[in-house]
């Protein structure tokens, strides 16, 4: 007979640690929580790029932006539609697939009738989300909007005027509406499940706050003398990373002049609306992604009377 610690048995121990190894990555990477860490990481490492090229000049890759853009910060286009917005849309996407699907369980029965309607607000108001994020369409239609009043025409200093505000104000507060209307109504459904609760909350505060520091100033500029917030805010964080050496300097202050000239915003106001802003946005729309794959997980093992893959404290079972 074998006894446990011989040779014989220790032949098998890199393979039982294999099987070990395999069974953790796996349950790590199917925990939905994985989707928000790695919309952190991606971060992270997105910031790492930014210091590295438009400050470091690593490899001369700012040089050569330099002689090939007009505006040469790698920040200015890896913010937006290139690779980070796109992710956006991929996990807002996800969220009203996961919410159809929901919907989709619940079927006609009865007994689901709360899920059911949770599941397709939420679904409205995510895909709400995703084509205004998508496709800018309150800017199209503010800027309808603003020139039937007489607002100015589709100059982007010009449009945000009280019509506009006001057009923008109604939006905003549909599309939150919606979604607030729905984790308030149906938040029995979620309320003991730690995980989906605060992922939810966490998801609309990122949004809240994006939507928030970035319409406030911006909308109320052409009807009152205060200056939009990321204005105010892009002059302070911009002096400090590109104004304090005379050859960051020199490409800040040609390219802003050059934006200017051209109607568009300072490069102040582009950092804080790309960088600070869209950041935002991809971790609320992967922790609204991590919110509706767990109570999916909730809801399908609730219907199948078995006990879900974690507890109500957000531990494994």
């Known amino acids: 007979m074998l006894k446990i610690g011989t040779p014989e048995l220790r032949g098998d121990e890199p393979r039982a640690a294999a099987k070990f190894a395999t069974r953790a990555l796996r349950r790590v990477l199917l925990r939905p929580e994985t989707v928000f860490y790695s919309a952190v990481g991606f971060l992270i490492v997105s910031y790492a790029l930014v210091y590295a090229i438009d400050i470091q000049n690593l490899f ?7 002689r090939v853009l007009r505006v040469p910060y790698f920040w200015f286009y890896w913010f937006q539609a290139p690779v980070e917005n ?4 991929l996990m807002l996407g996800a969220v009203v697939i996961v919410f159809a699907m929901i919907a989709g369980g619940a079927g006609g029965r009865a007994e689901r009738r709360g899920e059911r309607e949770f599941a397709l607000l939420m679904a409205i108001g995510f895909l709400l989300m995703l084509l205004e994020d998508a496709g800018d369409v309150r800017h199209v239609y503010r800027t309808i909007i603003e020139a039937f009043f007489g607002g100015g025409g589709y100059a982007i200093e010009d449009t945000y005027g009280l019509v506009g505000t ?5 939006y905003f507060g549909l599309i939150g509406g919606i979604i607030a209307f729905a984790l308030l109504r149906y938040r029995a459904l979620y309320r003991q499940e730690s995980t989906v609760r605060r992922y939810f909350v966490r998801g609309f505060v990122l949004y809240a706050l994006a939507v928030g520091s970035s319409w406030v100033g911006n909308a109320f500029r052409a009807v009152t003398d205060f200056r939009d917030v990321y204005t105010v805010a892009g002059d302070w964080v911009t002096a400090r990373l590109f104004l304090t050496r005379a050859d960051t300097r020199e490409i800040f202050q040609r390219s802003n002049a050059e934006l200017l000239d051209s109607g568009m915003h300072p490069l102040q106001f582009a950092f804080l609306d790309r960088v600070y802003e869209e950041s935002l ?8 992604l991590v919110a509706a794959i767990a109570l999916y997980d909730v809801l399908r093992h609730r219907e199948d009377g078995t006990v879900s893959r974690r507890s109500r404290d957000g531990t494994e079972r």
Do not use: I, K, N
């Not at 796109?86 to 849309?89: A, G, K, S």
């Not at 006001?166 to 109604?170: G, P």
């Open 60 to 66: 001369g890759v700012r040089d050569l932006l330099v």
């Open 86 to 89: 796109p992710l956006q849309w």
């Open 166 to 170: 006001l057009f923008e104000l109604s």
């Open 281 to 288: 946005e991809l971790l609320g729309a992967a922790s609204f």
